[in-house]
């Protein structure tokens, strides 16, 4: 796969400022990471990510808390919110991002639509959550989505 524009974006800024970036994916299944390796030395600033694609393992590696999956969901704002400054915690790195949502084509509930994913990203000035509503296949939405991480990344760092 050639290198991805916005992960190429994401390279410069990172590399240029000595910054360093982590990623919690759930829907995109570990997207995110793989368009940020596909620049070369881009070990420069990713550190790594984790796929917690199961609740058990957003609780316990990310340190999502059982209440927030219990009442509001794994699909959800304060979920993505939590994996994210998990994620920034765990890795040590200044920014994470992260990835909540329904790619489907299941899936879906009356409140949870195929394509709502929620996105965030946890840096030294908080943590900023978008919700999206994609319409696309599944591959699509889990396109979206990542690309959508890397955009929200790298607003906030431009702050």
């Avoid at 995110?32 to 790594?48: K, M």
């Avoid at 704002?77 to 790619?103: L, N, P, S």
Wanted: proline share 5%; charged share 20%; glycine share 12%.
């Amino acid at each position: 796969m050639p290198e991805h524009p916005l992960a190429r974006e994401v390279y410069a800024v990172f590399t240029a400022r000595g910054l360093t970036l982590a990623t919690a994916e759930s829907c995109t299944g570990g997207l995110i990471g793989h368009l940020v390796t596909t620049v070369p030395g881009s070990s420069e600033y990713y550190l790594g990510g984790v796929i917690a694609y199961s609740n058990r393992v957003k609780e316990s590696w990310l340190g999502v808390p059982a209440e927030i999956l219990r009442t509001v969901g794994a699909v959800s704002r304060e979920c993505a919110e939590a994996m994210a400054r998990g994620a920034r915690e765990r890795f040590g790195t200044d920014y994470a991002v992260a990835t909540t949502g329904i790619a489907g084509p299941g899936g879906a509930t009356p409140t949870k639509p195929v394509g709502l994913v929620y996105v965030a990203c946890a840096g030294p000035h908080g943590v900023t959550v978008e919700e999206h509503r994609f319409a696309g296949t599944r591959w699509e939405n889990i396109q979206h989505a990542a690309e959508a991480a890397l955009r929200l990344l790298l607003r906030a760092v431009g702050e």
